[in-house]
């Protein structure tokens, strides 16, 4: 009944996808004016130079200076922009082609000042200059040229392979998500979406059928796992999780754990009292989503099996914790990330892109998703309640069935079911002490690393190799947050992880741990994750055809145009949460949908104002109600996405089902969802009501909607209490 009911809510999403019109092809060929600035010929000097570089470096690059004497570099642009195209027959322009290429080029020269660490000022296509930089985009079939010229004189052109942009660029996370859905095997599911993308990819080349389908089966392995074994930053993310692992595995074995929960157990004497400790320990692992998603699972899951919780309710507390705290916590890695995003557009809203810090606090009251989730969570855990197929699997555990019959974890029953090891003495230590030498060394990278990247300190000869006294001059929120950014990645957890295990093995050995115990122990642990690696590299698989295809812009492009004022904050929300369901990635869709959003959302509030109004400042909130929808619902996707590689973490930390992870969290996402649409977005945007008043509105309506819905779990069917 449930899998039936997932399917056809698939089929009636899909369905809305395939049937809705797509646009233009003029349209969506715009959108890529921006990637023609990173195509490279050979310079003068014999070296490859990237077309920003000609851009960049030439006269149109000028001093000048501010109101208040300070001097600045800034590019000049000259306003023009022309987009051509050989049509075919019956075709014609798109009204906005001329916008969305200059909007495109401009963000994409943000970008990349910003990644590159230039200090030049690009304004948009507003105030154009007789002296500044020209553009002229030509596309055709399977072709395009961007050709940069100031004052008539050609200043470079790249010309490269322009990818066509169609409805079946949804077809490979479509693809997975179904077969995930009716077979309940998220490997082959996302192998198949894999294989469709890649067949899709080379057929958009001109390759025949036949040939397509023989190299969609290479390019399988040779593109795109390649692709995802080479990539650095997904080894750190697979080390970090097998060095976590392990070190779990290891003060399992030396009586840590034990002592763990003979500690937590005085508190936490029973299911729900263990729920609740799940959820502060969620809440209290605010800095990174990663670390708490292991950290929290993988440390809570014997207890929560000693007390029959359902590993579906583990995964789903665990996993509705971790990026919804670190989203909202202004001390997260996630921060500067979400900054970064939109800061470099704020000057088409006329705010600096320093301003970005200031702009994310005030999108805070409006987080109405993360926030609910959160409650959420918490009123659930209190009072015991639970409806829909989180029930079921509740009841089921409470009966003596963690997981259903047939289930496959992510973690097998190697790592399960390790016991420590006879005659060991149970002290918390064993396992508080790892665990706190992991915690301190992931900060302590993420501070020295950030600390430095921003100027806050300088290396020195001595020890401790550095020192005070760096040029950092902004303020304490923007030097905390640019810390935690900067700093941030999979290699201070990697490193952690391997610092947690070895301090694991050597505090093992003074247990009486034999190395080949500690050993067996460690191997155990790895070796049970094995399709759980499978599942998380296939799902990165999925999202790179999904980056050759052009899958999120396309979403964007054709669902984002001519959207109501009124509207607009709940159309982002939706778009942000189907893009990430999409592709599997919140930070991807917030990479892609941000930059549009400042400048669409002011413009239109700006033209919108009620007639008693102040145009900006109507302006400048409805964009920081947009900016807070798009990273809400960036997460909301994010957590129903069986492709979401944060989504199969949860599984593998609390060894749960990853589609019944899937299947029993959604019905929950979607009901916070709603609520946050509507009680959050709608009165805020169609009423103008406060969004203190929402928040404790909608925390209201969540309790209401457990005490209407929900049945306490001990309870029977009738109503009586179990005995």
């Known amino acids: 009944m449930i899998r039936a009911a997932s399917l056809l809510v698939f089929a009636a999403l899909a369905a809305f996808l395939l049937a809705a019109d797509g646009a233009s092809p003029t349209l969506l060929g715009a959108k890529q004016a921006g990637d023609f600035l990173m195509l490279e010929a050979e310079g003068p000097d014999g070296e490859p130079r990237a077309l920003w570089q000609d851009v960049l470096e030439s006269s149109a690059v000028v001093e000048v200076e501010d109101e208040d004497g ?53 304004p948009a296509f507003k105030k154009p200059s007789p002296d500044g930089v020209n553009f002229e985009f030509t596309i055709r079939d399977g072709a395009g040229t961007l050709e940069a010229n100031i004052g008539g004189e050609s200043l470079a052109a790249r010309e490269g392979p322009r990818l066509q942009i169609t409805q079946r660029s949804l077809l490979p996370p479509l693809v997975a998500i179904f077969l995930a859905i009716l077979f309940r095997r998220p490997a082959l599911a996302l192998l198949m979406g894999v294989v469709s993308g890649a067949f899709l990819v080379r057929s958009a080349s001109g390759a025949g059928v036949a040939t397509a389908a023989g190299g969609a089966l290479v390019d399988t392995v040779s593109v795109y796992l390649k692709g995802q074994l080479q990539d650095h930053a997904r080894t750190e993310i697979i080390l970090f999780v097998v060095f976590m692992l392990a070190m779990v595995g290891v003060i399992t074995r030396a009586g840590g754990i034990r002592g763990v929960m003979n500690q937590i157990a005085g508190l936490a004497r029973d299911a729900r009292k263990t729920q609740m400790a799940t959820w502060l320990m969620g809440l209290a692992i605010f800095f990174d989503d990663y670390a708490n998603t292991i950290l929290v699972g993988s440390t809570m899951r014997p207890l929560s099996d000693r007390f029959k919780v359902a590993r579906e309710k583990l995964a789903y507390i665990v996993d509705s914790t971790a990026a919804p705290v670190a989203g909202v916590s202004i001390l997260s890695t996630w921060i500067a990330f979400e900054v970064s995003t939109f800061s470099a557009q704020l000057p088409d809203a006329g705010l600096a892109p320093a301003d970005g810090y200031a702009v994310f606090l005030q999108t805070l009251p409006f987080r109405f998703y993360c926030w609910f989730t959160l409650i959420f969570v918490g009123l659930n855990v209190f009072t015991g309640r639970d409806f829909g197929p989180m029930l079921a699997a509740e009841r089921r555990a409470r009966a003596g069935k963690v997981l259903r019959d047939g289930a496959t974890p992510l973690v097998g029953k190697a790592a399960t079911e390790l016991e420590a090891a006879e005659g060991t003495v149970a002290k918390a230590s064993t396992a508080l002490v790892p665990l706190g030498l992991f915690l301190l060394t992931v900060l302590g990278m993420i501070v020295w690393v950030g600390a430095l990247d921003i100027g806050l300190i300088e290396r020195a000869a001595g020890f401790p190799f550095v020192a005070a006294g760096g040029e950092y001059e902004g303020g304490w929120l923007e030097a905390a947050t640019g810390i935690l950014y900067a700093g941030s990645g999979n290699r201070p957890l990697m490193i952690g992880a391997i610092v947690g295990f070895v301090s694991a093995s050597l505090i093992a050995l003074t247990r009486g741990l034999r190395p080949v115990e500690i050993l067996r122990a460690a191997v155990n642990s790895i070796r049970a994750m094995f399709i759980a690696v499978v599942i998380l590299y296939l799902a990165w698989m999925v999202g790179q055809t999904c980056d050759d295809l052009g899958t999120a812009a396309y979403l964007s492009a054709t669902i984002s145009e001519a959207i109501p004022y009124m509207v607009l904050p709940l159309i982002l929300f939706l778009l942000a949460g189907l893009i990430a369901f999409s592709t599997g990635s919140s930070w991807s869709t917030m990479t892609i949908l941000l930059p549009l959003v400042v400048g669409l959302s002011y413009d239109i509030g700006f033209a919108s104002v009620p007639a008693d109004g102040d145009p900006r400042a109507f302006g400048l909130t409805l964009m920081v109600i947009c900016i807070g929808a798009v990273l809400e619902g960036a997460i909301f996707g994010d957590h129903c996405s069986p492709i979401s590689d944060t989504t199969v973490m949860s599984s593998i930390a609390c060894a749960s089902d990853h589609i019944d992870h899937v299947r029993t969290q959604a019905p929950y996402a979607i009901v916070t969802m709603l609520v946050a649409l509507g009680v959050g977005y709608f009165p805020v945007t169609f009423l103008g009501a406060s969004p203190l008043l929402s928040l404790l509105l909608g925390a209201a309506t969540l309790a209401l909607i457990l005490f209407l819905k929900g049945k306490r779990v001990d309870a029977q069917p009738d109503g009586s209490s179990a005995a």
């Open 70 to 122: 300070v001097r600045r570099q800034q590019l000049l642009l000259g306003g023009t922009l022309i987009l051509s195209e050989s049509l075919r027959e019956g075709e014609g322009f798109d009204f906005n082609w001329h916008r969305v290429a200059g909007s495109s080029i401009v963000r994409r020269l943000r970008s990349i000042a910003a990644d590159e660490g230039l200090e030049i000022e690009i």
